[in-house]
């Protein structure tokens, strides 16, 4: 597929869609910054966008209000390149980072783009180091620039996707504002949002002073079933594939989902033989459930089913606690001052600080497999009589007399509520040396604290210790194993908790206080009992950052074709982490699990020089041709404690890093942009030294064919390297005169290569099982087997995995058309075509370009495509954007009936691996009350989703369709006014 092909196909769906102007192309900015030379994100050198050889997009803040964009990170996930994988549509069941907006581009990872503002590293306001865009006031944003190529050399560590540098509007005078309100067609998700900034000269014009900020309350909006396209869909793996013609994974959009319920079952999916096997049988339905009462009525099974979920039957829908939005206050104030001392030297002082508060209530605990023993006092009479006399053990027995499936959102589901407060100081100097020459140095602080709660979360205990050896038991602090094993006190033939009766001392002292609960029909627990399996997790973190930096730029010689352009510059970074939770989490004694405590510290030297040689200019044979180059060295020191191993840790590096751009205008029309860069990622705290355990996910044991529920670390590992990266990008960038002079086009051919890129197994512990099992030692490496092949536990930490591999083409085009009077047509359209993104660990490689379904951390459709066409004229503007998402693959591990080579005798077979594409519309239009475009009043509204598209059927546990990429709420209003004076 050629890129000529490729660029005039994008061409013309962008002129069949219709659209504005979201984002400047970087030629398209030379209009207004062709008199100046400005520093542009992806190189030190003063330039424009227009000259410089790697792409950069330019986001205006002008954009952003002709949008009615009121955050900053909902506007860059606007832009093709960016997917929204982190945001308050994207939560689902997690409990950490609610509600915040954390930018993915090219798909690759939240942690592998370099969030900047005004070109200097913004302070991390997550565990992982990411910086979340809701704690930057949009009100203030004077343009946002993208670096769509490798930028470590200019910038350091993370830029191997890009960098996102927000300009903040400091030389703003005046007053302006802004107050918009917002409604989904439904009747909710109500979002207020206000902003105001006010910037004035002092000191006879020597100085200025900028004060600004906003407020933005955004309600929830509750699970899919509010609206009227969601159906209970699921994906049930079936063991039995080799024999019975169904493919290996069952999909199904509808009338699929648990197989439990918040009464309790026993049926065929969790007791497939002995007594168990006679108990479901009871009503000849191979399953019962019970009523309030006790009282065992029928159960309808599903077919197939395994682990959690079934098709048809008397199912349970998986997604019913997932919101489509979490609610998410923030506010945020930025205040700058700067000032002349003379006329080559001048100072700055700024300050930051933002918050964001996110609430979900999340997903109740739920297990397939509850253990209920022959001495349970709670056990229905009909039961009984199957089950005979109660043996009144006072130790715990080494197997359950059957298994009942349950959740307990009768009895509370999960809150999570994720506080963040960011502060930021920046100073610094900035100076002439005469001639061509000026330096800057500066001194930024940055600190976060985050605190992170989940109340109603049930304490099931350390899943690593055993719950058959009293001593282990008595270590595992397992609230809800010692209430659900419930047995008649012997003297006073009351209902109590086994543990309290064991001859072990250390058991009686850990189940102290323990009250027996009853799970036989729903709203059985009693508040007593919920209060003692209950607690309230509990997160705080701390993180710190210091930068010292200074930077120098000149011309140091002159060529024939013009100035050799320098800049060089150093820099100190010391960032710090603290992470302290409650007691029970040190344990892993809760069912939703952020880990124990750790600590870390890593100290920065890194060093940079670039230069710009113009070679040709103005020759017989070509306009101009000219050469970039840049190199940085880094030196890390990252001390630490915790991951899995919980203890102490360093890890030090030397990487280099480097860029090489070449630059051709063979005629005053046509330039020819090339890149080759080499960047790192070194490893963040988390994928360090972040600890955690769990005992819920369900897998596929490979050597018996049967399920296992075993103990899973996962988190940070001391000994991960940094990831090296190769990058590079070339383009074309078209502006014709004459006839065509308002049109402008720029097509850009990317390629990114990942080496030892850090992760956990992208497949999760299944990938780690299914490896072994194909004979990859380096996978059996992270499994401990117990008897019989069965596996006990398995770490699913941070790795080294082989390589990662990101390609595609990027589009840009703009035709502005004079009207007269003032007024102007403006069409503009943005495409990426992603042709691969393909991880390899464990010697298995995944392409995921083309992925819609599963909202795996990296994957991307083959096309996203937005299109607008503006009119604006004097009175009013008015701008109707499409956006386009092309069809897809459910998951591109999995081979469906069509590919070749399908057949359901295979592993990876599925029924159903197709996402249909959508093509969204949306409607902004302003009105200008009183003034002109520069000062005056204005009234704005805007509708999303105008023909209210539903989303594509793509079901798994958490949500019905992919969030990242379609919208899930419907058809959505706002209305509002701003001012500028």
């Not at 006190?489 to 027996?516: E, F, M």
């Not at 124990?596 to 020089?609: C, F, I, N, P, Q």
């Not at 972040?690 to 369900?698: E, K, N, V």
Request: with cysteine; aromatic share 10%.
């Amino acid at each position: 597929m050629s890129a000529a092909w490729l660029a005039s196909t994008a061409l013309a769906i962008g002129l069949i869609g219709t659209g504005s102007a979201q984002a400047q192309t970087s030629q398209s900015s030379a209009e207004t910054a062709s008199d100046q030379a400005i520093i542009v994100t992806g190189s030190r050198l003063g330039r424009t966008t227009f000259d410089t050889p790697t792409p950069v997009t330019v986001l205006g803040g002008d954009n952003l209000k002709q949008l009615a964009i009121t955050n900053v990170g909902v506007g860059l996930n606007q832009l093709p390149a960016f997917r929204a994988s982190t945001s308050p549509a994207t939560q689902g069941f997690g409990s950490f980072n609610v509600g915040a907006n954390i930018v993915n581009l090219r798909g690759i990872g939240t942690s592998r783009n370099l969030v900047l503002v005004d070109g200097r590293r913004f302070a991390p306001s997550t565990r992982e180091g990411t910086v979340d865009l809701n704690l930057v006031p949009s009100v203030l944003v004077g343009r946002i620039e993208v670096v769509t190529g490798g930028a470590s050399a200019a910038y350091g560590s993370d830029a191997i996707a890009g960098a996102v540098n927000v300009i903040l509007d400091k030389d703003f005078e005046g007053v302006k504002g802004q107050a918009d309100y917002g409604v989904s067609g439904k009747g909710d998700g109500d979002n207020f949002h206000a902003g105001l900034a006010f910037g004035t000269k002092f000191a006879g014009g020597r100085g200025h002073f900028l004060i600004g900020g906003e407020y933005d309350d955004q309600k929830g909006i509750g699970n899919c079933f509010t609206r009227d396209w969601c159906t209970s869909g699921a994906n049930v793996t079936n063991t039995g594939f080799a024999t019975n013609g169904l493919p290996n994974l069952v999909r199904s959009n509808e009338n699929a989902g648990w197989f439990f319920n918040s009464a309790g079952v026993v049926s065929i999916n969790n007791n497939a033989a002995g007594t168990g096997a006679t108990i479901r049988n009871l009503r000849g339905t191979n399953g019962i459930t019970f009523s309030p009462t006790g009282a065992v009525l029928a159960y309808r099974p599903g077919s197939p089913a395994f682990g959690l979920s079934q098709i048809g039957g008397d199912l349970y829908p998986t997604y019913t606690d997932a919101n489509i939005t979490v609610p998410v206050t923030r506010y945020s104030a930025f205040a700058h001052a700067d000032y002349e001392f003379s006329d080559r030297l001048s100072g700055f002082i700024e300050g930051s600080y933002g918050h964001i508060i996110g609430k979900l209530l999340q997903t109740a605990y739920f297990s397939a497999s509850i253990p209920v023993f022959a001495d349970n006092p709670y056990m229905p009479a009909e039961i009984r009589a199957i089950v005979g006399p109660a043996p009144g053990l006072t130790e715990r027995p080494a197997a359950a007399t059957f298994s009942l499936g349950r959740v307990l959102d009768d009895v509370g589901r999960g809150y999570s509520v994720s506080t963040a407060d960011t502060y930021r100081f920046t100073t610094g100097l900035k100076g002439d040396l005469g001639g061509s020459w000026n330096w800057d140095a500066y001194y930024q602080y940055g600190r976060t604290d985050r605190l992170q709660t989940v109340e109603n979360n049930l304490v099931t205990g350390d899943p690593t210790q055993s719950l058959t050896n009293p001593a282990t038991y008595a270590a595992a602090n397992a609230r809800f194993q010692y209430a659900i094993d419930a047995v008649r006190d012997p003297v006073t033939g009351n209902p109590t908790c086994r543990a309290l009766l064991s001859a072990n001392a250390a058991l009686r002292q850990a189940a102290a206080g323990c009250v027996p609960i009853n799970l036989f029909g729903a709203g059985n627990v009693t508040p007593q009992g919920k209060a003692y399996i209950f607690g309230t997790l509990r997160e705080d973190i701390r993180l710190q950052q210091h930068v010292l930096a200074a930077n120098v730029r000149g011309d140091i010689t002159e060529l024939p074709a013009g100035p050799v352009s320098v800049a060089g510059g150093v820099e100190y970074r010391v960032d710090k982490i603290s992470v302290v939770h409650d007691a029970l989490s040190n344990q892993y004694a809760y069912f939703q699990n952020f880990g124990s405590d750790y600590r870390g510290t890593s100290k920065v030297l890194e060093g940079y020089a670039e230069v710009g040689v113009p070679l040709v200019k103005d020759a017989s044979w070509t306009k101009s041709l000219s050469l970039d180059g840049a190199a940085r060295v880094t030196r890390y020191d990252i001390q630490g404690f915790g991951s899995y191993l919980r203890a102490a840790a360093s890890n030090a590096f030397t990487r280099a890093t480097w860029k090489i751009s070449g630059l051709w205008e063979p005629v005053d029309w046509l330039r020819l942009r090339v890149t080759q860069s080499h960047d790192i990622r070194a490893p963040n705290f988390a994928e360090l030294f972040l600890a955690s355990a769990g005992a819920f996910t369900p897998i596929t044991n490979r050597f018996t064919n049967s399920a296992n529920t075993p103990a899973i670390f996962s988190g940070g590992s001391p000994t991960v390297k940094p990831e090296t990266a190769d990058t590079t990008t070339a383009g074309i960038v078209i502006q014709p005169g004459s006839a065509a002079q308002g049109l402008r086009l720029s097509v850009d051919w990317y390629r990114i290569r990942v080496k030892d890129y850090i992760a956990t197994a992208p497949g999760g512990v299944q990938q780690i099982v299914d490896r072994c099992f194909a004979g990859v030692q380096i996978a059996c490496n992270l499994i401990t087997f117990g008897a019989n092949q069965s596996i006990t536990q398995i770490r699913n930490v941070s790795l080294n995995l082989d390589r990662l591999t990101a390609q595609g083409i990027d589009f840009e085009a703009q035709y502005r058309y004079p009207l007269g009077e003032g007024s102007a047509l403006t069409w503009r359209g943005l495409a990426t075509y992603v042709s691969k993104l393909e991880a390899t660990s464990f010697r298995q490689s995944i392409d995921r370009a083309g992925q819609t379904g599963q909202s795996a951390a990296i994957a991307a459709p083959d096309w996203i495509i937005n299109s607008y066409l503006t009119y604006d004229g004097p009175l009013f503007s008015l701008t109707v954007q499409g956006r386009w998402i092309t069809k897809g693959k459910y998951d591109a591990i999995y081979s469906a009936p069509g590919d070749a080579g399908y057949t359901t005798t295979v592993a990876n077979s599925i029924n159903n691996n197709n996402v249909g594409g959508r093509f969204y519309v949306n409607l902004f239009g302003s009105v200008r009350v009183y003034g002109d475009r520069a000062h005056g009043i204005e009234l704005f509204g805007s509708v999303n989703n105008l023909f209210d598209r539903a989303p594509p059927a793509a079901p798994e546990t958490q949500f019905y369709t992919n969030p990242t990429y379609f919208d899930t709420i419907g058809r959505y209003f706002r209305v509002g006014a701003r001012f500028n004076f």
